[in-house]
C-alpha cells in the first residue's frame, strides 16, 4: 500500500505494509527520536504529533494517516538552536537517560501550543500518559513550565 506523509514539513511518500504502525514507518525513514518502549500504548516514549496533537505512533496504524502531517523532534530545533522545551530539560536536568524524552516533548509542545500559561496541575495532567523511571516528574513539569515562561518572554532566555 502507499501512503503519503509529511514529517516536519518533509513530503514522504512509501510504501507500508498493511499492519504497519505508525512508529515503524518513521523509524524506517530515519525519525529515530521516535522509540518503542511498551509497544502496548501505555508509556508516552513513541509520542509525536499528528496534525499538531499527541498520538501514540506504537498503536496508529500508517495507512490511518495517509495525506496527514506528523511532527518529531528532529523537527523542533531551529538549525543548532535548541527548541525552548529541550533546553528546559537541559537545564532542569529532566532527563538523565533521555529515552523518553521526545515523547515528553511533543507531549510539551501540544500542551503549550493549547495553552501558552499552563498551571501545574495542567502540565502534570498533559504528560500524565509519559512514563519516566530516571528523573521522576518534577524536573519535566518544571522544564515545561520554564518553557511556556520562555514563549510568553517572561524569562531572559
Known amino acids: ?60 496504524f500508517a495507512a490511518s494517516i495517509d495525506g496527514q502531517n506528523i511532527e518529531t523532534v528532529e523537527g523542533m530545533a531551529d538549525g543548532d538552536k535548541l527548541h525552548p522545551i529541550q533546553e528546559a530539560i537541559l537545564e532542569e536536568g529532566a532527563a538523565q537517560c533521555g529515552y523518553c524524552i521526545p515523547g515528553v516533548v511533543m507531549t510539551g509542545e501540544a500542551l503549550l501550543r493549547e495553552n501558552p500559561d499552563p498551571t501545574d496541575e495542567d502540565i502534570r495532567l498533559a504528560l500524565n500518559g509519559n512514563l519516566c523511571r530516571c528523573t521522576g516528574y518534577e524536573p519535566q513539569n518544571r522544564a515545561i513550565k520554564k518553557a511556556a515562561e520562555v514563549r510568553r518572554g517572561e524569562t531572559d532566555e
Open 1 to 60: 500500500m502507499r501512503i503519503a506523509l509529511t514529517v516536519n514539513g518533509r513530503l514522504h511518500e512509501l510504501d507500508i505494509e498493511p499492519g504497519e504502525y505508525l512508529l515503524e514507518v518513521l523509524r524506517r525513514i530515519g525519525y529515530k527520536s521516535v522509540r518503542r518502549s511498551c509497544g502496548s500504548a501505555s508509556c508516552g516514549t513513541c509520542t509525536v504529533l499528528l496534525n499538531g496533537k499527541p498520538i501514540l505512533s506504537c498503536s496508529t
